[in-house]
């Protein structure tokens, strides 16, 4: 079956402009989760949404944002970029709403570059 | 959020056993410990998840102590291509927040 998808793969922005990344999840996960990952800070949880409604939140400020729609497909909004920005954003899919964390399935990501 | 210590960088060769060791000492009753993957540009990967004692598939084991405080991940056999980035992580029920740690580089010689 088809993995998580997520467009685009690469795209470049400039300070001040926002950005909306896509997350097509497996067929049948309900749950989607996305994390920024640079060089420096490693892997961070962003958010997560299960069933349209988001569940947890990371530490970012309130310009990262995200939705879940009613198919699963989920996009996360970037507004303000800021250099720090730049980062390979990744969005994970899971089968289980509740009991032990299970599989997270990552998709390749997406690589913002801001200039 | 429980943390998560693991060692930065080790180094193997190919057909050893490998044992990587992560301490979370605060783990919570109802956190997970897992285990996974990370090849360069690419998502990480699902390894193992356990919640107590030994949990073993078909690529890796993974040991926790009765404290629950650590948690071993064992690679049998490694060959070049398991050379990659492994991350520890703990958490209870899904939908409360994972974090990865920093993760540990495993390098797998020849």
Not at chain 2, 35 to 62: C, D, H, M
Request: hydrophobic share 30%.
């Amino acid at each position: 079956k088809a993995g998580v998808t997520q467009t685009p793969r690469y795209l470049i922005k400039t300070r001040g402009q926002q950005v909306t990344l896509s997350c097509s999840p497996i067929s049948g996960h309900r749950s989607v989760s996305w994390y920024q990952q640079t060089p420096g800070q490693g892997l961070q949880f962003l958010f997560e949404y299960f069933s349209e409604t988001q569940r947890n939140k990371g530490n970012f400020p309130g310009r990262f944002s995200g939705r879940q729609f009613s198919n699963s497909r989920s996009e996360m909004n970037v507004s303000t970029l800021e250099l720090g920005d730049s980062a390979l954003y990744l969005c994970a899919s899971s089968l289980v709403g509740g009991g032990p964390p299970g599989e997270l399935f990552f998709g390749e990501g997406s690589r913002l570059t801001v200039l | 959020l429980a943390k998560t210590t693991q060692p930065i960088s080790m180094d193997s060769y190919e057909g050893q056993e490998v044992n990587i060791t992560c301490s979370h000492n605060n783990i919570a009753t109802n956190d997970y410990i897992t285990w996974y993957q990370q090849f360069p540009s690419q998502g990480p990967r699902f390894i193992i998840q356990g919640y107590k004692t030994k949990v073993t598939n078909e690529v890796a084991s993974l040991f926790i102590p009765a404290d629950r405080k650590s948690s071993t991940l064992s690679l049998p056999r490694v060959s070049l291509s398991d050379t990659a980035v492994y991350y520890c992580l703990v958490g209870g029920e899904y939908g409360n927040k994972l974090v990865f740690g920093a993760g540990t580089i495993l390098r797998v010689k020849s």
